[in-house]
């Protein structure tokens, strides 16, 4: 099982970037497909989960309203458009995903998930 995340870059404040996370391997759908993000001398943070149905997508409330997760199932990738991207965005992006169910209480918790790709940095100047 592979997740392979892509669409990080430099960009400047109030501009926007679209990442995407192909999963790839032995399961055929993904229950839950999430960001998380890791800033330098930080833990890693929860961004953003979506299930399968797509219904109400959880979002950080640091970035609810200028985020939006979304996801293709017939291709088993999700994406996450970032508008209005801010300094404090900057962090590697780390696509997750796991197989089963997640309880919506729970689904911020990075332990939840079973698989991860491998990052992508995004930086975003002042």
């Known amino acids: 099982v592979q997740l392979q995340a892509s669409g990080g870059g430099l960009v400047q404040a109030g501009g926007s970037l679209r990442l995407s996370c192909a999963a790839s391997?032995?399961?055929?759908?993904?229950?839950?497909m999430g960001w998380f993000r890791q800033a330098p001398g930080k833990e890693r943070e929860f961004v953003s989960a979506?299930?399968?149905?797509?219904?109400?997508?959880y979002y950080a409330n640091s970035v609810k309203g200028r985020f939006t997760i979304s996801r293709d199932n017939a291709k088993n990738t999700a994406y996450l458009q970032m508008n209005s991207l801010q300094p404090e965005d900057t962090a590697v992006y780390y696509c997750?995903?796991?197989?089963?169910?997640?309880?919506?209480?729970?689904?911020?918790?990075?332990?939840?998930?079973?698989?991860w790709g491998q990052g992508t940095q995004v930086t975003v100047s002042s």
């Open positions: 997750t995903a796991k197989a089963s169910r997640i309880i919506s209480s729970a689904i911020g918790d990075s332990r939840q998930y079973t698989y």
């Open positions: 979506i299930r399968w149905s797509g219904d109400s997508p």
């Open positions: 391997g032995r399961t055929s759908s993904w229950s839950v």
